[in-house]
């Protein structure tokens, strides 16, 4: 069965063979070079190898640190909602009686979007501290307040780095399937070349990886 080339572990697998076995062997080296594959021609494919390892990691990186962003930004996206609707709740309470104030913080309803219920959720602090309306004795401390403002800058800033390492893990996608590519044109190279250099010692085809058909 021929080696996919197109698959991640089967390229690789191709390419160190081709490099080790070829390092390994003098007399490989030689019949290689009479058919035009040298050393500088080895180091290109060894150099293209490199390549795409610190691309495939540099990928998973990216993909990674995405990840852990996104689950902090979206358990924090809950906790931020939470507190706002209680604080809400509160202010409903503490100016049932001054309804056109009530009516400046604009929650009158609950924005079903999540993103909009933060921007919802950052004007409503911004008019309490504004307005310098207060909730202490509703046991609503100016401090926690403070710190829910802040909670949503912190916010903010998790779904910028998102943003940030999501645009980093689709370009270093595709630097990786740039570098994979490359990789495969070298090894589909090499295995021509080894067809041609070995197509009587089938042993030497097969330490490559590479199918010999049974002769009839």
């Not at 809400?88 to 604009?106: D, F, G, M, T, Y």
């Not at 780095?161 to 044109?185: F, G, M, P, V, Y």
Request: proline fraction near 1%; charged fraction near 30%.
């Amino acid at each position: 069965m021929e080696i996919n080339l197109y698959k991640h572990e089967t390229l690789r697998e191709a390419a160190l063979l081709a490099i080790n076995n070829t390092q390994s062997s003098p007399e490989r080296q030689q019949q290689l070079l009479l058919k035009g594959f040298g050393a500088s021609q080895l180091s290109a494919g060894q150099d293209l190898l490199n390549i795409y390892d610190e691309k495939v990691a540099t990928q998973i990186r990216w993909q990674n640190e995405q990840w852990a962003i996104s689950q902090q930004m979206n358990i924090a996206l809950e906790a931020v909602e939470e507190q706002f609707k209680l604080h809400v709740r509160v202010a409903r309470v503490a100016l049932r009686n001054k309804p056109e104030i009530l009516h400046s913080l604009k929650v009158d309803r609950f924005s079903t979007r999540q993103w909009e219920c933060v921007r919802q959720a950052e004007y409503f602090y911004n008019q309490l501290a504004e307005q310098k309306i207060s909730l202490k004795v509703y046991e609503v401390s100016d401090k926690e307040l403070r710190q829910a403002q802040t909670d949503i800058d912190e916010l903010q800033r998790l779904k910028e780095a998102r943003i940030d390492r999501k645009s980093k893990a689709e370009h270093s996608t595709q630097e990786k399937q740039q570098a994979q590519e490359a990789l495969r044109i070298w090894v589909k190279d090499f295995h021509t070349i080894a067809r041609m250099a070995f197509r009587e010692q089938p042993q030497a085809l097969e330490a490559y990886g590479i199918q010999v058909q049974a002769k009839v």
